[in-house]
C-alpha cells in the first residue's frame, strides 16, 4: 500500500481531503495503522484502517465507529486530535478509515524492547501524566475509560531538560464511555495481564484503568510482562524483582488490587497518594488471616476498620453471673427499704450511699452482656484513629479520638512469662497497641477480646503495612 492515496480521490467530497500512505505501522487481524501526508497540508497523519475481509466482525466495526465518536469529543494535548473519517473503496481494500494527527515519538514498547531502563523517579513522572490524562478521560460525561492501557499504548517523546519525555496516551480502539456499556452479550476487550478482574467479566469502570496503568508500571520497573509474573490470590506479586523505594512498591500495590473495593477509586486518589507517600518502613513479613478468625478487617487506601466480635459465652462468666444476680439483688432490697413508705428527708443520704453499689452491679451486667453481644471497633482514616466498645445502640469511645498524624508507634509484645512472689510465674498474654502522641489504644488482652497470638500477629502485621510504620516489640526479641 506504500504510496497508495485514500480519501477524496476523484474530488467528490467537500472537504477534498486525501492522504498517501508512507508507512506500515502496524497490522493485526482486519486492521491495518498507516502513516499518511496529508496532500493538502502535506502534514504527517496517523490513518487507522478497518477492512472487510474473512475475519470481518461487526463488533470491531461498533468499537473503531466508537473511537471515532470518542475521539471527535476530545480535546487534550496529550491525546490524537481527530481529523477524518471516511469509508475505504480501493482494488486492495474495502472498509472504513480513521485519520488523527500524528505525534512523533516511540511507544513505551519499543523503548522497553531497544533495552532501555527507566528510573523510579522516571515512573512516577510517566505514571503522574498518565493520571492526569485520566482525570480528564474520567471527568467527561460520559466518563471515557481506555480499557486497553499499556506500554505500546503510551508514547513517550524525547527527554527534555530534567523530565524523562512528554507522555502521550493513544490508541483509543477499546474506549468505552459508561453511558454506551454493552448490554446483552459484552464484547471482553484489552490486553492479557493489564486487564483487572472486573474487566473479564465485562465490568468496567474508571478504575479499571487504574490497575491497567499500574500493571503498565509494573512492566517499565521489573522489564517483564506483568502476566509472566508469579500472582498470589490474583495479585501480581512484583516486589521481589523491582529495586524500589517501600513507599513507591506499596503505592503501586494499591494500583493493582483485585478487589475494586480496595484499589484507588480515581485517578485524583492515586495521584494525591503519589505525592504524599505514607512512611517507609515496611515490614518484611506478611502474614494472612488465620483460618478460622472472626476478626473483620476491611481496608483501603485512605480507611482501615478492624472489629474484634464478642468472645461469647464462656462457662467461666457462669460465676460472674450469679454473683451479679446476688449482688443487684442485695442492692435492690436496701434501696426498697431505704426509699420505701413513708419516705424520710433522713433516708437522702442513704439512698445517695447506695449509688456507687447501683454503678457496681450495672457495670457486671454491661460486662456480662458485652461479652455475648459487644464488638471492639477500630477504625484510622485520614483524619482520625478511634477506638470503640459498642454494645446494641450504645457506643463509647475511649481514649478519645486522636489526629491520623499524630499515630507514631505500632507496638507487639508476644505472649510471655514475667516473675511474681515466690518465684512463681505468671503468663502475660500479648499485647497489640497503637500510640498516637500521649494516646495509647490498645485491641488486645484478656480485657480486650482478642486472646489468639497468631490474630494479633495478623493484625500486627496488617497495622504496619497500611501505617507504614515498623512493628516495635519492647521486649527485644
Given at each position: 500500500m506504500i504510496g497508495e492515496i485514500l480519501g477524496d480521490v476523484?474530488?467528490?467530497d467537500a472537504t477534498g481531503l486525501c492522504y498517501q500512505v508512507q508507512q506500515l505501522l502496524g497490522k493485526k487481524a482486519g486492521r491495518r495503522t498507516l502513516l499518511a501526508r496529508d496532500l493538502k497540508t502535506?502534514?504527517?497523519?496517523?490513518?487507522?484502517?478497518?477492512?472487510?475481509?474473512?475475519?470481518?466482525?461487526?463488533?470491531?466495526?461498533k468499537l473503531f465507529e466508537r473511537e471515532a465518536e470518542t475521539l471527535k469529543s476530545l480535546s487534550h494535548p496529550l491525546i490524537p486530535r481527530y481529523l477524518d473519517y471516511f469509508e475505504v473503496n480501493s482494488p486492495t481494500i474495502k472498509g472504513f478509515a480513521l485519520v488523527q494527527t500524528y505525534i512523533p515519538a516511540q511507544t513505551l514498547e519499543q523503548y522497553l524492547q531497544t533495552?532501555?531502563?527507566?528510573?523510579?523517579a522516571e515512573v512516577k513522572h510517566?505514571?503522574?501524566a498518565l493520571l492526569e490524562i485520566l482525570i480528564y478521560l474520567?471527568?467527561?460525561?460520559?466518563?471515557?475509560?481506555?480499557?486497553?492501557?499499556?506500554p505500546s499504548n503510551i508514547l513517550l517523546g524525547e527527554r527534555s531538560g530534567n523530565t524523562v519525555g512528554q507522555v502521550y496516551l493513544v490508541d483509543f480502539g477499546s474506549v468505552q464511555t459508561?453511558?454506551?456499556?454493552?448490554t446483552g452479550t459484552r464484547t471482553v476487550v484489552g490486553t492479557y495481564g493489564y486487564m483487572p478482574q472486573e474487566q473479564f467479566g465485562g465490568r468496567t469502570v474508571p478504575a479499571s484503568d487504574i490497575y491497567s496503568l499500574g500493571a503498565t508500571l509494573i512492566y517499565l520497573v521489573t522489564g517483564t510482562y506483568p502476566a509472566d509474573l508469579p500472582q498470589k490470590d490474583f495479585r501480581i506479586q512484583f516486589e521481589q524483582v523491582a529495586n524500589l523505594s517501600p513507599s513507591f512498591t506499596n503505592w503501586l500495590k494499591w494500583m493493582i488490587e483485585p478487589s475494586l473495593e480496595r484499589r484507588f477509586s480515581s485517578a485524583a486518589v492515586a495521584i494525591a497518594a503519589l505525592e504524599k507517600p505514607q512512611p517507609t518502613n515496611l515490614p518484611?513479613?506478611?502474614?494472612?488471616k488465620p483460618d478460622g478468625s472472626k476478626i473483620q478487617l476491611t481496608k483501603n487506601w485512605d480507611s482501615l476498620e478492624i472489629i474484634v466480635p464478642a468472645t461469647g459465652f464462656e462457662p467461666s462468666i457462669v460465676f460472674t453471673v450469679l454473683f451479679a444476680i446476688a449482688w443487684n439483688s442485695f442492692v435492690l432490697i436496701l434501696t426498697i427499704g431505704v426509699l420505701g413508705f413513708p419516705f424520710l428527708p433522713i433516708n437522702i443520704p442513704f439512698a445517695l450511699f447506695l449509688v456507687p453499689f447501683w454503678g457496681a452491679g450495672f457495670l457486671m451486667v454491661y460486662?456480662?452482656?458485652f461479652n455475648l453481644f459487644g464488638r471492639i471497633c477500630l477504625r484510622l482514616n485520614a483524619e482520625q484513629i478511634t477506638l470503640s466498645r459498642e454494645l446494641f445502640s450504645w457506643k463509647f469511645e475511649r481514649p478519645r479520638p486522636s489526629p491520623r498524624q499524630s499515630v507514631n508507634k505500632l507496638v507487639y509484645i508476644p505472649k510471655h512469662f514475667t516473675k511474681g512472689s515466690q518465684d512463681t510465674r505468671i503468663a502475660v498474654p500479648a499485647q497489640l497497641y497503637i500510640y498516637s502522641g500521649l494516646q495509647k489504644y490498645q485491641i488486645s488482652g484478656n480485657n480486650v477480646g482478642i486472646k489468639s497470638e497468631v490474630e494479633l500477629e495478623w493484625l500486627a502485621h496488617e497495622l504496619s503495612e497500611w501505617l507504614g510504620l515498623p512493628i516495635t516489640n519492647p521486649m527485644g526479641s
Open positions: 476523484q474530488g467528490q502535506q502534514e504527517l497523519v496517523v490513518i487507522k484502517l478497518l477492512s472487510f475481509g474473512g475475519d470481518f466482525e461487526w463488533d470491531s466495526l533495552g532501555r531502563t527507566f528510573t523510579e510517566i505514571a503522574k474520567h471527568g467527561l460525561y460520559p466518563p471515557v475509560i481506555h480499557r486497553d492501557i499499556k459508561v453511558l454506551g456499556a454493552e518484611a513479613l506478611i502474614v494472612g460486662k456480662f452482656l
